[in-house]
Structure formats: C-alpha cells, structure tokens
C-alpha cells in the first residue's frame, strides 16, 4: 500500500525554468522527483500546491507524494537533499493521510515581492529582489490597494495564457512596506491567477512612482482589461512564502522569514 508523505521545498528560482516539469529544461520538480526517486529506488511523482515561473523563489512550496517504499521521514529528508542540486532543498517531510492533497487541499497561499528602490540596479542582490530606479510612495501605493482587498473579479491582473477557469479571486491581505532602500508587498489570497502577483505590483508601481493617482487602481480593477493595467512585474523578486492548509494535518510552522525578505 502507498504511503503518502507532505513536504516543504525551498528553492532559488533563478537556477530553473519554474517548478513545472518540462523537456529539455532544469526544474525544481524535476529535480525533486529525481532526489526522491533515488531515495526509494523507484519512480516517484510529486504534486504541488501551486506552479511558480521561471525565476520565481520559494521558501515554502509544498509538495505531496505516495511510495510503496519504506522509509522514515527523516531518510526522505536527508537523502533527498543529499541528492538534490545546488538551488533547491526540502525543508522537513511529514506523513500524511491519503486525503491530504498539496493542490487542492491548500486553504490559503502567501507571496512576499522585494523591490531594491534606489537609482542604481542590484549586484548582490541581481535574480533575487526586485529593481525600481524610481522612488516609490508606499503610501499611495497602500491607498491604492485598498480596493484590492476582498473578493474580485482579477482580470485586469491576468496574464494572456492564464488557464483558470474563473478570475475571481479572495485577496485577504496586501500589505506594502518600506525600510530604507527596500520596499515590500505582502500578498495572501485563496488563490492567485497566473502572474497575478506581479501584475498587481506592475501596476501598483506605477501609483507609486507618481504615474497614476491612487485611485486608478480601482478604475484598472472595474476595466476588467489587462491592457489597462501596468506592466509585469519582473519575476526576481517574488517568493512563493507559505501555503495554508486545515489544521487537521498539523503540519509544521511555516519557515519564518527575515523582516526584509
């Protein structure tokens, strides 16, 4: 009888083609199911709970997989991190029951997107924060979002290819910040639709950088029109945070992130 176990993946988007597995091309799926199959010396698939894009971080995907083998949480953990590449590790494997779906199990997903806002682009940070060159107005940015939160019709912040069957979308919480040269946007919703995220700070940005007024944003969301909102965001600075599940499962804590990242 398969056992089925949930995992936390962490990666470094900038190393892959995105999560989903793809020909010819390095993913972090790939990768993963490439590490756990060696660990079970036999063929191991993995679902997750959400696809992220090339370049597009991770400090908590969350996967699920079944195996006929038989091994401990622990040897998942270290043995498919002993077999992992550089770029990507599983943070803790935990035993399931076989109702927990990684998918569509999932309650809640939390993005943080980092912007570097200064003049000058980032060396040390370059594929992993955001750059702005233009100073940015975390006020007006926030009173611009307002609007956002609750539920909406998102299609102004849809990619072209997006698959989803409805644009609705429950947006609880977003939140913009800034310390110094680093400004932040803190996004959690039921759902998001494809470069949702980076559509919606594109065009916050835009508020930000004095383009548009505040209330804009609300006139973009009404609009329904993709082409009426601002551009994509690029993917380096977004992080796949956490992913919320019943509290049946008692899964772990998600890992804590660092007050700027």
């Known amino acids: 009888m398969d056992l089925r176990f949930a995992a936390s993946i962490e990666y470094d988007g ?8 793809q020909q010819g091309v390095p993913t972090v799926q790939d990768a993963v199911e490439s590490a756990l199959t060696s660990v079970a010396d ?61 998918r569509f199990g999932a309650i809640e997903r939390a993005y943080r997107y980092i912007i570097l806002n200064r003049p000058v682009r980032p060396s040390l940070y370059a594929r992993k924060a955001g750059w702005d060159y233009r100073y940015l107005d975390c006020e007006n940015m926030q009173q611009g979002a307002a609007c956002l939160v609750g539920k909406h019709d998102f299609s102004s912040f849809r990619a072209a290819g997006c698959q989803a069957s409805s644009p609705c979308r429950h947006l609880r919480v977003l939140d913009i ?19 949702m995220v980076r559509n919606l700070v594109g065009t916050l940005s835009s508020v930000g950088a004095g383009l548009h007024p505040p209330g804009w944003i609300r006139d973009v969301l009404m609009s329904r029109e993709r082409s ?20 049946q499962f008692k899964l772990p804590p998600p890992a804590p992130i660092c007050r700027f990242w």
């Open 14 to 21: 900038s190393l892959f083609c995105g999560w989903q597995s």
């Open 42 to 102: 036999q063929p191991v698939k993995v679902v997750a709970a959400g696809r992220t894009d090339t370049g597009v971080h991770s400090i908590g995907q969350i996967i699920h997989f079944d195996s006929l083998a038989v091994r401990t949480e622990d040897a998942w953990l270290r043995g498919g991190n002993t077999h992992l590449p550089p770029g990507v590790s599983i943070i803790w494997v935990k035993s399931v029951d076989d109702h927990f779906h990684a």
């Open 177 to 195: 910040h800034r310390h110094g040269e680093w400004v932040w946007f803190d996004v959690v919703a039921d759902a998001f639709l494809h470069h």
């Open 228 to 247: 009426v909102a601002g551009v994509t965001a690029m993917p380096d600075g977004l992080y796949l945070v956490r992913v919320d599940y019943p509290s």
